[in-house]
Nanobody, 125 residues
């Protein structure tokens, strides 16, 4: 089992950057794919990015490519989401999630077993 906690959210001006962290407890962190999702009120949770257990594979929603970078440090049991050139449309609660590496699929909430409580990102215009 994995427990996840996000951090790094906050208020940033449009055009700015933020780095979110997802810290995991539990063993064998490298046996889990970790994804980032985001959600705004009244909307479904949206896939942002995911990273394989080793970190060698990364996956992004098309609209995030080039602006967001996902990475992980398995020695620290942490996954990062570096976000650049933020716009007010990026305002959301950001969640990290984990699933076993042997389960196929990365892009939908149903693929993931474990979730953090979320961290708020607010981008002001």
């Amino acid at each position: 089992q994995v427990q996840l906690v996000e951090s790094g959210g906050g208020l940033v001006q449009a055009g700015g950057s933020l780095r979110l962290s997802c810290a995991a407890s539990g063993s064998t962190f490298g046996m889990y794919v970790v994804g980032w999702f985001r959600q705004t009120p009244g909307k479904e949770r949206e896939f942002v990015a995911a990273i394989s257990g080793s970190g060698s594979g990364t996956y992004y929603k098309d609209s995030m490519k080039g602006r967001f970078t996902i990475s992980r440090d398995n020695a620290k049991n942490t996954v990062y989401l570096q976000m650049y050139t933020l716009t007010p449309e990026d305002t959301a609660v950001y969640y990290c999630a984990a699933k076993p590496i042997d389960r196929s699929g990365n892009y939908y909430t149903d693929h993931y077993d474990y979730w953090g409580p979320g961290t708020q990102v607010t981008v002001s215009s």
